[in-house]
Structures are given as structure tokens and as C-alpha cells.
């Protein structure tokens, strides 16, 4: 039953109520969390976020970089530009099929979009693509053998109410994390791109890996 459940919450897109209620209650937090593994790898450069959202991590560094969104949900795109107000482009496209040419890019990012891919090794080599030589490949994903506390110190930072936390994060042990890639999950996920440099860390105390790389 669980297994059905990951499958069906994780490997799609948002609908236009799901977005909704991921932008009022995770997508604050979230930003918070990932934004100092990406800062020192987009000042100055041509980034892609791929799996944008609804604009939250945008928002926060488009401001030190030229950058342009890519999402399969349309009223995540939408809300996107909403909040950008201009100051970045998004376009809906699938992150296993980026409409860019390749080496169109200095920064290649993706936040908590690994496990909604449905062919994940297509998307990674995607990613590739457009990035050019030397340039970077950030990929942060939940940690699949994430623990209950590190979920729990990560609920506490949202805006998913008090009382609701507990539920929270049971549910996200079930479902998310059940489908999210382990260490050496998301390892495997560089096995087929021409990348050097790999690094995988650990966000402290949070349930989240960051994978970097750079682009041979």
C-alpha cells in the first residue's frame, strides 16, 4: 500500500492543489535549508533550476545570477513567474527533455526533483548536456535513509502547523523517503554522465543529501 502511495505522491508532477499546499507549508522551509549549498556556485553565472517550483529558491539568488526555471506543473510555472516578478524566465518543460542546446549553461540545479523523475538517469544526463565544461552540477534530493528526528528538525522549521507535524512526518517516512535515493542511490545517478569531482554531503541535522559535481 505504501509502496502504491510513494509511487503516486513522488513520481508526477504537482497538481494545482497540491502546489498549493506545498508552497503554504514546505517550500519556505525548504529554501532555507538548501540555499547555502547553492549560493557559492551561482554569482555571476547562467543558472538553470531545473524543477523550479514555485519560484522560492529563484527568488532567493536570481538576483546574483541569470536564471531560468524549467517545471512540468503549470500552476507551479505560474506561480513562478508571479513571484519573480521578471527577474528570472520559467518554462514548462520536462526536466528528462530540457529545450536548451547543449552547454547553454555555467549551473545546473535541481532541489527535491530527483525522486519525481520518471527516468531518472535521462534527467541527470539532460542536466549534462546543457551544462558546459567546468561548469557545475548540484543535485539535492531527501536522504532515503533519512530518520524520523532529522524529518521532525526539518517540520519544525515549516509551516506545516504544530499539531500536524507528528502526521507529517510519518507520512513523509512512508511515502517520501520510501522513494527517495540513499547515498549510494544517488550516486548511481552520476554513473552515466561525463562529470568529475563528485561529492556527496549530508545537510546537517536535516534529512537531505547534496551531490556536486563538475562538468568535464
Same mark, same amino acid.
Given at each position: 500500500m505504501w509502496g502504491r502511495l510513494s509511487e503516486g505522491v513522488c513520481r =508526477?508532477? !504537482?497538481s494545482s492543489p497540491e502546489a498549493f499546499l506545498y508552497e503554504a507549508t514546505i517550500a519556505v522551509a525548504l529554501s532555507r535549508v538548501v540555499l547555502p549549498a547553492l549560493e557559492p556556485h551561482v554569482r555571476g553565472r547562467r543558472v538553470l533550476d531545473v524543477g523550479s517550483g514555485g519560484g522560492r529558491l529563484a527568488t532567493a539568488i536570481c538576483g546574483d545570477c541569470s536564471l531560468v526555471g524549467v517545471d512540468p506543473s503549470w500552476p507551479q510555472v505560474r506561480r513562478f513567474s508571479r513571484r519573480v516578478q521578471g527577474r528570472a524566465v520559467t518554462i514548462q518543460a520536462e526536466g528528462e527533455a530540457l529545450p !536548451?542546446?547543449?552547454?547553454? !549553461?555555467?549551473t545546473v540545479y535541481s532541489s527535491c526533483v530527483y525522486k519525481h523523475w520518471q527516468h531518472p538517469a535521462l534527467a541527470m544526463r539532460e542536466c549534462a548536456r546543457v551544462l558546459r565544461p567546468g561548469g557545475t552540477l548540484i543535485t539535492v534530493e531527501i536522504d532515503g535513509a533519512a530518520s524520523p528526528a532529522q524529518f521532525r528538525r526539518f517540520a519544525d522549521q515549516s509551516r506545516v502547523p504544530v499539531g500536524l =507535524?507528528? /502526521?507529517y512526518v510519518r507520512f513523509a517516512m512512508r511515502t517520501v523517503v520510501g522513494v527517495a535515493p540513499s547515498?549510494? /542511490?544517488l550516486r548511481c545517478g552520476f554513473d552515466n554522465i561525463d562529470v568529475s569531482d563528485l561529492r556527496i554531503d549530508r545537510i546537517a541535522d536535516m534529512p537531505f543529501l547534496v551531490a556536486t559535481a563538475t562538468a568535464s
Open positions: =508526477r508532477a !504537482f !536548451f542546446p547543449a552547454d547553454a !549553461f555555467d =507535524r507528528a /502526521g547515498e549510494d /542511490g
